[in-house]
């Protein structure tokens, strides 16, 4: 599953993507979470910061659609402490705000990786997007990495059907598998499609209700960070 | 009269021509513009824009109170007047606290991206003195400056922008007819141009005489509908 291009993050554009900060430390490892709308990316992220937090110093950036819903939701069920969370508007263009513009983001990350410099820098900064279509993706200036989220409740052609989330997201995450029998979805079917579409980029199949739960996202994100320090 | 020796030198005539001004003006320009309205999520709700009309009064209003002063400031940025005495001149215009904050936000945003794309040590100064952000319209103007635009490019980058953003924010929240609403804008053009010659003027002038002969003109349902805006628990723009 640890599929990391050892070199492979593209070049930066902006100001403050350079992944070495201006005294010399390497910043934290920027994570985007992107899906439709209802794949479950605010409960996956809620997920990784339980199963993370106790290893890493974290932080999650909502960007809501209209409301501060995602941002309240992680806070009402305390995975972080509020100063962690950050939540960007997005007027009415979720994806505008993830890859056409990306100032607003850039600026969340950088006000959190600030608040955190002294006492315990940031290792890792999940950007969860707010529910789009199947084409939004994040742009390379904002993240390092980025997880695409459907569920199978959302048709079993969605990996056939490819577009730019399915096919070039560094991990796609195909959630709600226990609904699969109820909503008539072949997660082999999934599988094969999955394959056809992204190559040898890693899928990971997800329910969040089993024991297993986010486990192997979770390790896929600990693949990254150990990549990422082992270049500082 | 304040002693201005300590100000920049004037600027150099403007060494780049319109295409640079289309790069500058374009509304894909990534600085933060789309997710705000300008005030019109706030007038849709209201009752105040519910087709083209009320777009066009709605922004023939907006460009004659805050897009005229932030078309000054811009102008006179791009003159190379002092930018935290502009700053000042900004906040001092800019009563409400919701508009500022936005308008410090954009001007952070804007800054980022001018950084990116002309690359220039006023900008970096700019950065190194509002950590915060300066006023987007005096980022604006320093940025036209950077690109080697002159002052009246300036004014004419703020002036349109004040009225792209509820114009396209109107086709998003209303779904105005697309084409309806950019004929608005043309039929806006004429102001644009008038408005546009009058900021430079009062840039020129306040190079001499002070910030403070800027226009202030203001807008005070924009004020109030922004105030207000900014409480509301659920809405698709940041203002």
Redesign the interface.
Known sequence: MHLDHPDGYPQRHTHSAAPVRADGSRRALRIGLGGPVGSGKTATVAALCRALRDEFSLAVVTNDIYTREDAEFLLREAVLPPERIAAVETGACPHTAIRDDISANLEAVEDLEEAFRVHGPLDLVLVESGGDNLTATFSRGLVDAQIFVIDVAGGDDIPRKGGPGVTTSDLLVVNKTDLAPHVGSDLDRMARDAREQRGELPVAFQSLRSAQGVAPVAGWVRDRLAGWTARA | MTDRTTSPAPAPSPAAGPATLLVLADG?F????????GGAEAAVKAGRIRDAAGLEEFCRGRLHTAGLVAAALAAAAALGLDPAELDAAADARTPVPALRTASR?LG???L??A??VWPAPGLDALAAAFPRGAHQPVVLGLTARAAGLGPRDAAYAALYESVGGPAT?TV??LGLDPFEATAVLARLAPALDDLAGRATAAAHRARDEGAGVLPAASAPLLDIAAHQHAQW??????S
Do not use: D, I, N, T
């Open positions: 894909r990534p600085a933060g513009g789309h997710a705000h309205s936000k952070r945003q804007l980022r991206a950084r990116a924010a998003r929240l628990p659920v809405r698709l723009f940041a």
